[in-house]
């Protein structure tokens, strides 16, 4: 088949493409209509899957959510503002992830919760613990759930776009009808069903986007068709290729001859761009993956990890799934997307080139972030229409989440808890579907306040900015009580607000410059509380201790109360040495197996075989470690 490249790109799909985008969506969402009626039994089935989740179906399940249609944009916009290395903001987060699968699922899994807010009236006591899973409720379901609703949908709306010129709100009309009927109708096994059909449809449409792009890249360098030509020739002239920041913190390309910016392919930043490197490196893996609380990599685990480990049918389960999640999440799926994104830098060097090729899209909606919805244009006549399913599959298993999930922090956390706790389990579920509507309207709202997936992200981090040492102390500090948590949000939000303010009369702050001070603020305010602030009462926290077992000297005398009655034994406890192990062998085996693969896509073998023995060499402590935990779970 003969590749061009039109001036003016035509996106349109075939009889075969629409046929095949049906049946994906036939495929991803007629099983998930069998399950309305398990659902429908009880809270427990509409929001927690009656805790009997296998491990695979529980990790593919978390993969497939934080996959979502802005997924591919933000990384997207990431390689094209700051290099490869501008993935470093997510993948920092790799410790976060792995800390979770060894210090924290079997906790989480062991404290029979329904969901992570109930947590908070099992671990403190009084009036603040009601105070902080209430607030928490309506904070966190609606306003922070529907935020990130809002990006997904944005980014729905920049993608349809660009390839169909449709209008913002004809996209959140339809992909509203598709998530709400399902997400009411099937609660969390209907997520959990399509979720996993998806994944493998949204992988396999991202790998021919790379592959399609590469070839596009070999057309346009006329070096010929094929993908692999396309991928030599981007290594090449990419390779001699820079990102520096203009006056107004705008990135452009140059020649990197100078050393001034940041190398493109470079998997690391360049130090000697302080501010940079700050940003994008320095930051999360010094502070931010333990400090800063984020949907999905949450330190300590929360959210919909949470609701999936608390969903699991065993520990082993709930360790094995997350596992799974990591492993998925930071080696199988980053290499698609950073390849097209790399591509749409030869393919559109800058914004301008981006509207004149989409004429009929609006020039107010296109960013960085709209390189990868523009690239698609190269996928031939049924690729088309399985990359069209694909994105319909990420926007859907990321919206049917957060529907399902806040839904059931306003349900079961807020609702049933503090304005009808009488209620029926039926009359719960009927709520809980109109809550599902209600979040859609409110997210589709966001979305038309939202530029771009940056924007969004930076916002989203920042008021979350050190919290994320509470969500891992509580569990091994009993001193942390209700109220470190109410006065860490409350600082965060104001610092947060703050900032936002002074950026709005022309006062100029890096964004790694207000997380590092928002984050000490935060730190020092609910640490004082920690202090200062009424304590949790005894009984709640033996009562805790009784059921959680928590390790640590945190612990020390509530520990030496439990075991003077109720000796626990030596081989009952977790090995928190061993534990280490795990998390340690578990972050080498995901960073050197993801950057292994980025090397041999270079060229540059040696450092690929190398990268290979390390993952090797990890692998195998990893799976011993495992094997000793599995016994015990």
Same mark, same amino acid.
């Given at each position: 088949?003969?590749?061009?490249?039109?001036?003016?790109?035509?996106?349109?799909?075939?009889?075969?493409?629409?046929?095949?985008?049906?049946?994906?969506?036939? *495929?991803?969402?007629?099983?998930a209509?069998?399950?309305?009626?398990?659902?429908?039994?009880?809270?427990s089935?509409?929001?927690?899957?009656g805790?009997?989740?296998?491990?695979?179906?529980?990790? +593919?399940?978390?993969?497939?959510t934080t996959?979502?249609?802005?997924?591919?944009?933000?990384?997207? /916009?990431?390689?094209r503002?700051?290099?490869?290395?501008?993935?470093?903001?997510?993948?920092?987060?790799?410790?976060?992830?792995?800390?979770?699968?060894?210090?924290?699922?079997?906790?989480?899994?062991?404290?029979?919760?329904?969901?992570?807010?109930e947590? !908070?009236?099992?671990?403190?006591?009084?009036?603040?613990?009601?105070?902080?899973?209430?607030?928490?409720?309506?904070?966190? %379901?609606l306003?922070?759930?529907?935020?990130?609703?809002?990006?997904?949908?944005?980014?729905?709306?920049?993608?349809?776009?660009?390839?169909?010129?449709?209008?913002?709100?004809?996209?959140?009309?339809?992909?509203g009808v598709?998530?709400?009927?399902?997400?009411a109708h099937?609660?969390?096994?209907?997520?959990?069903?399509?979720?996993?059909?998806?994944?493998?449809i949204?992988?396999?449409?991202v790998f021919?986007?790379?592959?399609?792009?590469?070839?596009? =890249?070999?057309?346009?360098?006329?070096?010929?068709?094929?993908?692999?030509?396309?991928l030599?020739?981007?290594?090449?002239v990419l390779?001699?290729?820079?990102?520096?920041t203009?006056k107004? %913190?705008?990135?452009?390309?140059?020649?990197?001859?100078?050393?001034?910016?940041?190398?493109?392919?470079d998997?690391?930043?360049?130090?000697?761009?302080?501010?940079?490197?700050l940003?994008?490196?320095?930051v999360?893996?010094?502070?931010?993956?333990w400090?800063?609380?984020?949907?999905?990599?949450e330190?300590?685990?929360?959210?919909?990890?949470?609701?999936?480990?608390?969903?699991?049918?065993? /520990?082993?389960?709930?360790?094995?799934?997350?596992?799974?999640?990591?492993?998925?999440?930071? =080696?199988?799926?980053?290499?698609?997307?950073?390849?097209?994104?790399?591509?749409?830098?030869? &393919?559109?060097?800058?914004?301008?080139?981006?509207?004149?090729?989409?004429?009929?899209?609006n020039?107010e909606?296109?960013?960085?972030?709209?390189?990868?919805?523009?690239?698609?244009?190269?996928?031939?006549?049924?690729?088309?229409?399985?990359?069209?399913? %694909?994105?319909?599959?990420?926007?859907?298993?990321?919206?049917?989440?957060?529907?399902?999930?806040?839904?059931?922090?306003?349900?079961?956390?807020?609702y049933?808890?503090?304005?009808?706790?009488?209620?029926?389990?039926?009359?719960?579920?009927?709520?809980?579907?109109?809550?599902?509507? +209600?979040?859609?309207?409110?997210?589709a709202? &966001?979305?038309y306040?939202?530029?771009?997936?940056?924007?969004?992200?930076q916002?989203?981090?920042?008021?979350?900015?050190?919290?994320?040492?509470? !969500?891992?102390?509580?569990?091994?500090?009993?001193?942390?009580?209700?109220?470190?948590?109410?006065?860490?949000?409350i600082?965060?939000?104001?610092?947060?607000?703050?900032?936002?303010?002074?950026?709005?009369?022309?006062?100029?702050?890096?964004?790694?410059?207000?997380?590092?001070?928002?984050?000490?603020?935060?730190? =020092?305010c609910w640490?004082?509380?920690?202090?200062?602030?009424?304590?949790?009462?005894?009984?709640?926290?033996?009562?805790? !201790?009784?059921? =959680?077992?928590?390790?640590?000297?945190?612990?020390?005398s *509530?520990?030496?109360?439990? /075991?003077a009655a109720?000796?626990?034994?030596?081989?009952?406890?977790?090995?928190?040495?061993?534990?280490?192990?795990?998390?340690?062998?578990?972050?080498?085996?995901?960073?050197?197996?993801?950057?292994?693969?980025?090397?041999?896509?270079?060229?540059?073998?040696? /450092?690929?075989?190398?990268?290979?023995?390390?993952?090797?060499?990890?692998? &195998?402590?990893?799976?011993?470690?495992?094997?000793r935990?599995?016994?015990?779970s």
């Amino acid at each position: 088949m003969h590749l061009t490249l039109p001036a003016v790109a035509q996106i349109q799909l075939t009889t075969i493409d629409w046929v095949i985008v049906a049946a994906s969506i036939l *495929i991803c969402f007629v099983p998930a209509l069998f399950v309305g009626k398990k659902s429908s039994e009880s809270t427990s089935e509409f929001f927690a899957s009656g805790q009997s989740v296998p491990w695979w179906l529980a990790g +593919l399940s978390m993969v497939a959510t934080t996959f979502s249609s802005d997924t591919p944009n933000w990384v997207t /916009e990431q390689v094209r503002k700051f290099g490869v290395a501008g993935n470093w903001q997510w993948w920092a987060f790799v410790l976060t992830g792995v800390s979770t699968v060894f210090f924290f699922a079997r906790l989480w899994r062991r404290s029979g919760v329904m969901t992570d807010l109930e947590f !908070y009236e099992a671990r403190y006591s009084g009036k603040a613990a009601s105070l902080v899973r209430g607030f928490r409720a309506v904070y966190l %379901g609606l306003f922070f759930n529907c935020f990130i609703m809002g990006m997904v949908t944005l980014a729905a709306c920049k993608i349809a776009n660009i390839m169909f010129g449709m209008p913002a709100w004809q996209t959140i009309v339809i992909c509203g009808v598709l998530n709400v009927v399902f997400a009411a109708h099937s609660g969390l096994w209907g997520v959990l069903i399509i979720d996993m059909i998806q994944f493998f449809i949204k992988m396999t449409a991202v790998f021919a986007a790379a592959y399609f792009s590469l070839k596009a =890249v070999a057309v346009k360098t006329g070096v010929g068709e094929s993908a692999l030509a396309g991928l030599h020739k981007m290594v090449e002239v990419l390779s001699t290729q820079q990102v520096i920041t203009d006056k107004k %913190g705008v990135p452009v390309m140059s020649d990197k001859a100078d050393g001034l910016g940041q190398p493109i392919l470079d998997i690391m930043p360049n130090f000697g761009m302080s501010e940079l490197a700050l940003m994008i490196f320095i930051v999360p893996i010094a502070i931010g993956w333990w400090a800063n609380w984020y949907p999905g990599a949450e330190p300590g685990g929360g959210s919909y990890i949470a609701q999936r480990m608390l969903a699991s049918k065993s /520990e082993k389960d709930s360790l094995g799934g997350t596992l799974f999640f990591n492993v998925a999440h930071y =080696v199988l799926r980053p290499w698609p997307w950073i390849i097209t994104g790399l591509c749409s830098i030869i &393919i559109f060097p800058n914004l301008d080139s981006i509207r004149a090729a989409f004429p009929n899209a609006n020039p107010e909606m296109i960013g960085h972030d709209s390189a990868f919805p523009a690239m698609l244009q190269f996928l031939p006549v049924g690729f088309m229409g399985l990359m069209v399913g %694909g994105l319909i599959a990420a926007n859907s298993s990321t919206i049917l989440t957060h529907l399902n999930w806040g839904a059931s922090y306003l349900v079961h956390d807020f609702y049933r808890r503090f304005v009808k706790p009488d209620a029926s389990e039926r009359h719960c579920v009927q709520v809980g579907r109109l809550c599902t509507l +209600l979040l859609y309207v409110v997210a589709a709202i &966001i979305s038309y306040f939202i530029n771009s997936a940056q924007e969004a992200f930076q916002i989203l981090i920042g008021i979350g900015a050190g919290t994320g040492l509470i !969500y891992i102390l509580r569990w091994f500090w009993w001193r942390v009580n209700a109220w470190c948590e109410v006065v860490a949000m409350i600082s965060s939000f104001i610092a947060t607000i703050v900032f936002f303010i002074l950026s709005k009369n022309d006062v100029t702050l890096s964004f790694a410059n207000t997380t590092l001070m928002t984050v000490g603020f935060t730190s =020092v305010c609910w640490l004082a509380a920690a202090f200062v602030a009424p304590q949790t009462d005894r009984s709640v926290l033996i009562s805790f !201790y009784k059921k =959680v077992r928590p390790s640590g000297p945190g612990w020390g005398s *509530i520990r030496a109360e439990v /075991e003077a009655a109720d000796p626990q034994p030596e081989n009952e406890k977790d090995n928190m040495p061993l534990a280490f192990m795990g998390w340690i062998s578990g972050c080498i085996v995901i960073w050197s197996s993801l950057f292994c693969i980025g090397k041999f896509l270079y060229g540059q073998m040696t /450092e690929g075989y190398i990268l290979l023995g390390a993952t090797v060499v990890s692998g &195998i402590v990893l799976l011993r470690v495992i094997n000793r935990l599995w016994v015990k779970s």
